[in-house]
């Protein structure tokens, strides 16, 4: 069982930058899959970027692609990130999430953080 703990959030002014952190602990995939999804009252939970761990390829949404970049630390088990040029609809609750692929993930399978909340003012 995989355990994830994000953090970083807070509260930024448009335009401005944040980096957020999903350290994982306890057991972990040989080959898994670590991204993040967000997700705002009434709305259905949004994909927004994942790497693959062993080949490092990484999936971006259409609505971040160019601002948010996905990175990972080998040695802490932990992914990042990087969120760049932040939109006021770029605010949501952050979860960190892990599978064993790609697909797993985008169907919402697999372990999940409590999630870090991100606000992006006008």
């Known amino acids: 069982q995989v355990q994830l703990v994000e953090s970083g959030g807070g509260l930024v002014q448009a335009g401005g930058s944040l980096r957020l952190s999903c350290a994982a602990s306890?057991?972990?995939?040989?080959?898994?899959?670590m991204g993040w999804f967000r997700q705002t009252p009434g709305k259905e939970r949004e994909f927004v970027a994942a790497?693959?761990?062993?080949?490092?390829?990484?999936y971006a949404a259409d609505a971040v692609k160019g601002r948010f970049t996905i990175s990972r630390d080998n040695a802490k088990i932990t992914v990042y990130l990087q969120m760049n040029s932040l939109k006021p609809e770029d605010t949501a609750v952050y979860y960190c999430?892990?599978?064993?692929?790609?697909?797993?993930?985008?169907?919402?399978?697999?372990?999940w953080g409590q999630g870090t909340q991100v606000t992006v003012s006008s």
């Open positions: 999430a892990a599978d064993r692929d790609i697909v797993r993930l985008r169907r919402g399978f697999g372990s």
């Open positions: 306890g057991r972990t995939f040989s080959s898994y899959v």
């Open positions: 790497i693959n761990w062993s080949g490092g390829s990484t």
